[in-house]
């Protein structure tokens, strides 16, 4: 074990110290709050609502190195749990399902991102042999709206029921795939899927989700060159799954000057939207004298003697 997962012996060292730190911290919180008559919620009972609950990322940080490693253990230290809310970007619960609501919270963060999907079962399957499972995505940099795969590194993670790391095999390069409908009415013959997919090749992603967030499918590790083979979730066989959703979450890794960032990018678009909406009545020209007013008093009456005319 100690030779398969890199830094481990140095990594359990500083998660039993940064435990025992909020272990007492956590203890002097609870006698200063017993003589106050309301109480906080810990960050451990906060962050067991969501699907990044407090043992995950460790476990997460364990397999890549970096700053990446550090700012996903960042909000679980106890200095740092306020700002763990400030990374959540977008949750399909809080901010509604499709891939418009979450491009919504996502676009301009140009940073490392987490992405996390909840799923019940095989869509097909009788109602009585369901079972929840979780899937996970580390993109290294943020989501693009392209009618191909791209990317430069990424891994993805079964993390429920059975943890495993699948990283980068190198053969190839199809890491992310994320696509929306085109803004213009453009014929396309052969119109692209739109949604988010990790892996595999255009028409057999090893992980799609449609652009509704209501079916995730999962396929097979055979028809994926880009992250190591393994099975996602137990039993996962040789077809391809079709799962219902539950809950999606995407976590930025970028530190708070990322997130800055995209607010601010966030500002200028806005700015630009009013911009393009409002109507400067000044450019137009007065209505006696707009070629519609001249085409309407002809249709109305193509008898009458015109100015131009006389």
Known sequence: MLTTVPNLTECFTQFVNARLQNFASSEQDVLESSNSSSREISPEKACSSYLLTCGRPWGISLTIRGTISEEILKPYFPSDSDTKDENLLYRSSLHGKGLNRFWSNIEGYLRPLLLLISATGDAQE????????????LTHQGFENRDMFYGNSGTLYAICLVFHAFSPSGKERNFVYSHLHPTGRVYEPHPKPVGIAFGGTNGNERVYMDEDFAKATVRHHAIDKTYHHGPLFPNQGFLPVEALILEVEVWGLGGRKAREIQLSYK??????TKQRC?????????????????????????????????
């Open 278 to 310: 409002k109507v400067d009545l000044k450019t137009f020209a007065s209505w006696e004298d707009s070629p519609e007013k001249v085409m309407m008093d002809i249709m109305a009456d193509p008898n009458r003697v015109q100015r131009g005319d006389r």
């Open 126 to 137: 009788d109602s009585t042999n369901i079972r929840k499972w979780i899937i996970c995505a």
């Open 267 to 272: 500002k200028r678009e806005d700015l630009f």
